[in-house]
């Protein structure tokens, strides 16, 4: 397993790359309030939308994670600049995420990993430590024996602590979060 951070040591990614993209990722790539938005749009404009050499994936748990989440960036965003944001404006960004993200699906921009049993029984075994969104996660790049783009550091730390019984992931792209804006 190859840990790279995307920000810093990222030179170009494999010929026929297939990557899933987390959570933080997506959220931080389809939302302006969000605090990675600069850094993962700034990366996917320049190494990976365009790019017909890798493949990118996602699942439906993340999927049901974002569309829960699309709320918080926006709400982050009002307590640092210290302005209360209105009802208003959170369902506009919801609705932004949840329009950009089905785009991206629709339009096969992240195509869906599908589960079977062994994921499944895995991510139970795993969901202790991870947490059930990232178990499945962990255990579908496992099982593919793909690649994971992610912006949470601690999952990194916790899979480069497993890499022996996490054999099959290829690499992990991740950025510090010294690169957030907030």
Not at 170 to 175: D, F, K, Q, T
């Amino acid at each position: 397993m190859e840990i790279i951070e995307f920000n810093l040591d990222f030179v170009a990614f494999m010929p026929k790359e297939d990557i899933l993209v987390d959570t933080g990722v997506i959220l931080g790539l389809l939302n302006p309030y969000d605090s990675w938005h600069h850094t993962v749009k700034t990366f996917f404009d320049i190494y990976v939308l365009d790019n017909n050499d890798i493949a990118l994936y996602t699942h439906s748990g993340l999927v049901n994670e974002i569309t829960h989440l699309a709320d918080k960036p926006i709400e982050r965003y009002g307590k640092v600049i210290d302005s209360q944001v209105t009802e208003k404006e959170i369902r506009a960004s919801i609705d932004n995420v949840n329009s950009k993200l089905y785009d991206f699906i629709d339009n096969d921009v992240f195509s869906l990993l599908e589960c079977n049993k062994r994921v499944v029984l895995n991510s139970i075994l795993l969901s202790r430590e991870y947490g059930s969104i990232d178990a499945l996660t962990v255990s579908l790049v496992n099982e593919y024996g793909i690649s994971l783009m992610t912006v949470d550091n601690r999952l990194v730390e916790r899979i480069d602590k497993e890499k022996d019984r996490l054999k099959n992931i290829v690499r992990i792209y991740y950025s510090s979060s010294k690169y957030r804006t907030y």
